[in-house]
């Protein structure tokens, strides 16, 4: 993407909005139907689950807000959207079905907030937004799945709501690595801050 | 993207939701700044709003409902958001700045909704989904741009609504191709129809 | 209120908004707790279930889209907002708590939707407006409990979003009845018609 | 209200949200339609704004962010809801007419936020929720008008986003004092705490 990355910096795109004094840590969908190429899964997002482990202690250390969300439709279907006619294994997701599940090495401690989701963004359709200016967060540092799915949508809903945003570039995945290095540039350019996660521990551990 | 392609049909991504019985048509960010590389435009941008011209033309002969967005920000930047750090050139995008006028080609009608936003979604902070129920519209064809940036959010936006959404793939453009393809390919699979203007005015067409 | 209602007919408030082509039915919180002075309840909350279920039993025949809502909180209390400051049982309300099941008379039939909330207004922070959309749903009749309480705050969002709202006054109720008839002034001089849940039926027998 | 309180009181409503570290000031639709009777006004509104003008001082020297609402709707009717049918005047409100001009006593400075709106709440279909949240907000104080109608709707919107919210008595007006006193009682035992503008700078002095 050279020469499209270079119209991008002519145009002044692509600055940094920084890391705050506040930040939130919201996990979106590690949960076992993403883990499983016969579901919902494959490409990273295995290794983003993994990454993602020590990026949670760290967070539950400094005592930042944790987001865990699930998708999660009624059994009998009946709030069921346009969503699942584009994409119609979503409807397995349901409040009992093992695919649901949060993945065991991401389980939510008490007071994490575990928030059931119907869309592609963790803010659309539920309360987060004010969750979190609740605990007037400022930054809200993004990963889970998958990059080009939920977590786009859920950061750019993080921009929009004024949150500086951060997608944590190893602890978010993909079933195909073509589209999750695609969102990573346009999220880049336009949304948020890319960091590792261990990026992210050094510049709040040389902050505080 | 054909390994990337494969695992979304496995899956079974990429079903169609379809066209209904009573679509509107949604113009985003079809302004002058976006058509001059100078500022936000390149790329297929001015092709994009060649296309639109007859479909525009189209949408009015049958009554849709139409919508025209414009990017506007206050003159002294009270309502600037982190959006505008990512991107400080949005803070141009003024209510009297030439940059921020819909091109003379598709200039709305008396009766068409002219939206003003300052997020990447036509739906975040406005009452545009509001303004379609009034008109029970329950399919959303969406024109403008850029593809991976206000097209990608307005319809991940438009589908969490419960449209169903048609992604007009030669009236939407980007200042990047690489972008614009990626992007469709994600649009394409989870959250719109892809069809070329001509494409729906046809399927319209055979339908009445 | 003979001079308050001059002033309000003097500025032309008060219009109908009329009843549409296809109504759903709200209705909102008639949980056990709800029925319980010791709880939430107390006034004419019992009498407006009792009124609520011919009226229930007339949408099913006549298929309009049905919604419950439940107050449902986490039972540790991970999600709850500054409106659990202000009234502290509202976090007894949790998914298996007998105070938030919905009473037996009004039993939710499967394929209507229950919908859970935690904000005073049935669309606040829940995808209510798309699964009306989703509907084509043009006008929300709207029962349930507390007329001065959440009654009015899903009145208020339901015109906000485009629908036409009627707030069927005998099917609503409060615990106390000076806000339960202050309210609905209110809500007929700006929000909705107020009709009975017998002329709303009439209404609709005449009509088809 | 004598035994409607009792009943609030048993049921322990009414608690104290309370005023946080860092508050904003929302003042809502002061402007001249809602000064004249023959118009939006009447009531207690010009005695409301009167107490607003030392609060709106007080707030500039704090550095308290500041947002002023507006009713507009379009010249052409292009973005009239069903709350025009049921009051028709509101099309009145234009970009344009005096009728929605700010009153000069209250003339907005550069940096505050004059939002635009077409529903009751200011938060319904606007970027507020996010202006605060970026500015870290955690306190909202409403003046305004009407109590019965977009102060109401706004602050329960406030609180629904979960921003601890003061209602400042003095400094809201109605055009009729049966709703006002309605509204107030209400507000108070549900959504936010009442307080004159004076008890609010004091508290705040108080504080710092």
Redesign the interface.
């Known amino acids: 993407?050279t020469?499209?990355a270079a119209?991008?910096r002519?145009?002044?795109?692509?600055?940094?909005?920084?890391l705050g004094a506040?930040p939130a840590l919201v996990i979106v969908d590690f949960v076992e139907g993403f883990t499983d190429?016969a579901?919902?899964g494959?490409?990273n997002i295995r290794d983003a689950i993994a990454a993602t482990v020590p990026l949670l202690a760290f967070a539950r250390t400094e005592g930042w807000p944790v987001v865990h969300t699930r998708v999660v439709y009624?059994d009998?279907?009946?709030?069921a959207?346009?969503?699942t006619?584009?994409?119609?294994?979503l409807k397995t997701l349901t409040e009992v079905s093992p695919l649901s599940q949060i993945v065991p090495e991401l389980a939510p401690a008490?007071?994490?907030?575990?928030?059931r989701k119907?869309?592609?963004?963790a803010f659309?359709?539920?309360?987060l937004?004010?969750?979190?200016?609740?605990r007037?967060v400022?930054t809200v540092a993004v990963a889970g799945c998958t990059t080009?799915?939920c977590i786009?949508?859920t950061v750019?809903?993080s921009?929009?709501?004024?949150?500086?945003?951060i997608c944590l570039t190893d602890c978010v995945g993909d079933?195909?690595?073509?589209?999750h290095e695609?969102?990573l540039?346009?999220i880049g350019?336009?949304?948020?801050d890319l960091m590792t996660g261990a990026a992210l521990r050094a510049a709040w551990a040389a902050r505080t």
């Open positions: 993407m020469d499209d119209i991008y002519a145009q002044r795109f692509g600055q940094a909005s920084g506040a190429p579901h919902f494959g490409g009624a009998d279907g009946s709030d959207g346009v969503f006619w584009k994409v119609p294994a008490p007071g994490e907030y575990v928030l119907k869309g592609a963004s659309f359709g539920t309360d937004a004010g969750w979190l200016a609740m007037r400022d080009s799915g786009r949508a750019v809903d921009l929009q709501h004024n949150f500086r945003t079933r195909a690595l073509g589209p695609a969102n540039f346009d350019q336009k949304y948020a």
